[in-house]
């Protein structure tokens, strides 16, 4: 058993910062309001340190707090869907020999999300960190459709191309729109009989592989991704079906 606490001066001192808004328009009480709901959830030590106005009936606060919860770190169990990463020759020979054809990928942002950095720097082909993107695979056949993609025309374009392996992304969060999409996009896969013959990733800033398992996807690629990541989850998942 290895128990933590947050560090802020000292180890185990319990430590944090928190920022949030509250629906008041900023004042001396307002900030007062902010200490005592924090008070109230259990932190002790609690110092307002900036509070100010954000908008009309609005204010932002940030907080230093202590607090006395320590996490035993031995129960937690969170596995990368990123590990040991192929370089690109490799990834293009073990297709090649064990898959035998070009596996076909599509990518996309889902619902109304507009955000296609995360997507690009995954597909193009001049890729992220120096990390060649999948487009410049031989193996791969990627197919690169951008933002805004309906959850339904994406799953005509898999069924149409024969995609093996789906990378959607989203960053946009607000009031749970990443996990309402992943899931319809999840769901309707499964009723059109998709779901099995296709490698399904998720991926954005806030997703985790662990999300990404309990919404029904083969794994999932958060911040600090390289595109030789998912290059290789991908002819890894591909090789393995090969076999089975």
Request: overall charge negative; charged content about 25%.
């Amino acid at each position: 058993m290895k128990l933590v606490k947050p560090y802020g001066d000292t180890l185990d001192d319990g430590a944090m910062q928190l920022s949030f808004t509250l629906p008041l328009e900023w004042s001396e009480a307002a900030d007062e309001a902010a200490r005592a709901l924090v008070v109230k959830q259990g932190f002790t030590d609690v110092a307002v340190v900036e509070g100010r106005k954000i908008a009309a009936g609005f204010s932002f606060f940030v907080v230093y707090a202590r607090t006395p919860v320590a996490i035993d770190v031995s129960t937690i169990a969170a596995p990368r869907a990123a590990r040991d990463a192929l370089d690109m020759d490799a990834v293009d020979a073990l297709i090649r020999t064990r898959v035998g054809r070009k596996v076909r990928i599509a990518g996309a942002c889902i619902g109304t999300d507009a955000h296609t950095v995360g997507i690009d720097a995954i597909l193009n082909m001049k890729g992220y960190k120096g990390d060649y993107g999948l487009e410049r695979y031989h193996e791969f056949e990627v197919f690169n459709l951008g933002s805004q993609i309906a959850v339904e025309e994406l799953v005509r374009f898999v069924k149409d191309r024969r995609i093996d392996a789906l990378l959607v992304s989203q960053v946009v969060t607000q009031k749970g729109s990443d996990i309402a999409n992943f899931t319809a996009l999840a769901e309707l896969l499964e009723a059109e009989d998709l779901r099995d013959g296709i490698v399904l990733i998720a991926g954005g800033p806030r997703v985790t592989n662990l999300l990404a398992a309990e919404l029904g996807y083969d794994a999932g690629f958060g911040r600090g991704t390289l595109p030789s990541d998912v290059a290789t989850f991908i002819a890894r998942r591909m090789a393995e079906r090969v076999l089975a």
